[in-house]
């Protein structure tokens, strides 16, 4: 069993950052693809970003250039930093990942961006 624990999220003004992180915790062999997602009211869970156990990492094309996702193998955490925010980037967002090919969620955390 893994749990996911997403912390970091906040209200920041447009135009600002905020790193996310997520701590995988638990009795796991090995992790491999961590992701986040996100989804604002009204509207379906989306991919943001995602890293595989190498470091290969894919992005939404809306926050190419704007976020990114790394990860320290070594404290099985995840992070998302978030630069140049909109007021569209407001939503939950949620950590993922996938440990001995079972998938898990974090409980979200919330990213309010104000205009």
């Known amino acids: 069993q893994v749990q996911l624990v997403e912390s ?11 790193r ?3 701590a995988a915790s638990g009795s796991f062999f090995s992790i491999n693809g961590m992701s986040w997602y996100r989804q604002a009211p009204g509207k379906l ?19 190419k250039g704007r976020f990114t996702i790394s990860r320290d193998n070594a404290k099985n955490t995840v992070y ?8 569209e980037d407001t939503a939950v967002y949620y950590c ?3 440990a001995d ?3 898990y969620w974090g409980q979200g955390t919330q990213v309010t961006v104000s205009s």
Request: hydrophobic fraction near 35%.
């Open 20 to 22: 996310l992180s997520c």
């Open 45 to 63: 869970r989306e991919l943001v970003a995602r890293i595989t156990s190498g470091g290969s990492t894919n992005y939404a094309d809306s926050m």
């Open 80 to 87: 998302l930093q978030m630069n140049s925010l909109k007021p």
């Open 96 to 98: 993922r990942a996938v």
């Open 101 to 103: 090919s079972r998938m």
């Open 8 to 18: 970091g999220g906040g209200l920041v003004q447009a135009g600002g950052s905020l």
